[in-house]
C-alpha cells in the first residue's frame, strides 16, 4: 500500500490479543531481535496483548522502539541504564542556517523573527564562506555588512541572540575559508567539505583532520558529505575522526536535512562515550527548514542521545558559556 505522499505502507493485522507480540515484533531490528529471544530462549512471547507485557516476560524496563535496532539497548535495559532520549522541546537554538546573504532564499530578517517566532532563543548564523562561489559565498565586505545587519537585529529583538557564524569550507589542503584575522571574529565556525569530494580514506581523514585540529572550528559539519539515495559520500575512520573531535573539544554536527543525516545515528554512541556533544542542526535554506529539525531528533534518539549530550538543547545562557 502506499499513503496520500506515496511512502510505501505494510499493514499488519492482527487480533487484539496478539497486538503486543505482534507490535514489538515489527517494531525491532534484526540484531536487536536476534539478541533479545537469545536472552530469553524457552520464553513463549505469542499472544501478549500489550508491548509492556512483553518486556514484563523479560524481566527487563520497557526499551523505547528507537532503542531496539542493536543489542546496546538490552544491555542497557539489563543494567537500567536506559538514556531519556531528547525531544523536540528540548532544542533551544537553531544550529546552522544560510540567507539570501549566500543561497538561501529568506532574509536575515526573516530568518531570525521566523525562529523567535517559533520559541527559539537563539539563531547561528552560518552562511556560506567566500571560496563556495558556486553557493554565493561571503567575500569579507559582505560579511561585515551580515554583522553589522546582525548588531542592528540583535538590538531590535533582545532576549533572542543572533550569533556572527560562517559555514567555512575545508579546502582542499584542510585549511579553513578566510584569514585568522577574519576566523577569530566569529562567535563559532562550522567547518564543512563542499568540494573535491572524491577523496580516498587516507586523503579524506587528512582533510577533517587538519580542519578538526585548526583552533577556531567549533563543530565539524555534515562528516562525510553524504546525500541519502544519491551521493554515498567519502569514506571517513569515524574512529579516528570522533577521537580527534574529542581531543579538540569540537562538536560534531547531525544535519537534520532528511537528505543528509550525517553524523549517521549509529555513531552517536562512540561519540558520547568520548565526550563529544552532538549538534542537531537543520541546515536550512529557508524558514520552513527549520522544521527539519524533527528529523534530526527522530535520528539522534535512535542513537540514544539525551538533552545533557546534545549541544543545541543548552539554552541561551549555557550557549554563551559554553562559547566563552
Known amino acids: 500500500a502506499k499513503s496520500e505522499n506515496e511512502l510505501p505502507v505494510t499493514l499488519y493485522i492482527c487480533a487484539p490479543t496478539e497486538f503486543g507480540s505482534k507490535q514489538f515484533r515489527y517494531s525491532a531490528g534484526k540484531p536487536f531481535m536476534d539478541a533479545f529471544l537469545k536472552e530469553n530462549e524457552g520464553t513463549d512471547f505469542k499472544n501478549i496483548q500489550t508491548e509492556s507485557t512483553v518486556f514484563e516476560k523479560a524481566n527487563l524496563p520497557f526499551i523505547l522502539p528507537e532503542l531496539r535496532e542493536s543489542e546496546w539497548g538490552i544491555e542497557l535495559a539489563k543494567k537500567n541504564e536506559l538514556p531519556e532520549l531528547i525531544e523536540e522541546k528540548d532544542i533551544k537554538g537553531v544550529i546552522h542556517n544560510h540567507s539570501t546573504y549566500s543561497d538561501g532564499i529568506n532574509s536575515l530578517r526573516e530568518m531570525a523573527e521566523y525562529t523567535k517566532s517559533l520559541g527559539y532563543e537563539y539563531l547561528v548564523m552560518s552562511d556560506h564562506s567566500k571560496s563556495a562561489f558556486y553557493a554565493n559565498g561571503l567575500k569579507p565586505e559582505r560579511l561585515y555588512q551580515q554583522w553589522e545587519e546582525i548588531d542592528a537585529l540583535n538590538n531590535e529583538l533582545a532576549s533572542f541572540k543572533i550569533f556572527k557564524s560562517i559555514e567555512s569550507d575545508i579546502l582542499s589542503d584542510g585549511s579553513l ?3 585568522e584575522d577574519i576566523l577569530k571574529q566569529f562567535d563559532l565556525i562550522i567547518a564543512s567539505v563542499h568540494s573535491n569530494l572524491r577523496m580516498d580514506l587516507d586523503k579524506a581523514n587528512a582533510r577533517l583532520l587538519k580542519a578538526i585540529e585548526n583552533p ?3 563543530i565539524l559539519g555534515h562528516p562525510t558529505g553524504r546525500l541519502l539515495l544519491s551521493r554515498e559520500g567519502y569514506p571517513i575512520d569515524h574512529k579516528l575522526i570522533i577521537d580527534a573531535c574529542a581531543a579538540n573539544g569540537v562538536s560534531m554536527e547531525l544535519n537534520a536535512n532528511p537528505y ?3 553524523l549517521d ?6 561519540a558520547r562515550e568520548k565526550g563529544v556533544l552532538i549538534s542537531v542542526n537543520p541546515d536550512e535554506h529557508s524558514t520552513g527548514g527549520i522544521h527539519d529539525i524533527h528529523f534530526g ?7 540514544g542521545l539525551t ?8 539554552t541561551l545562557s549555557e550557549f554563551e558559556q559554553f562559547l566563552g
Open 177 to 179: 575559508d578566510y584569514e
Open 216 to 218: 577556531y572550528t567549533t
Open 260 to 262: 543528509r543525516l550525517d
Open 265 to 270: 545515528w549509529t555513531w552517536i554512541p562512540y
Open 297 to 303: 531528533v527522530l535520528s539522534a534518539r535512535k542513537g
Open 307 to 314: 538533552k545533557e549530550g546534545c549541544l543545541n538543547a543548552k
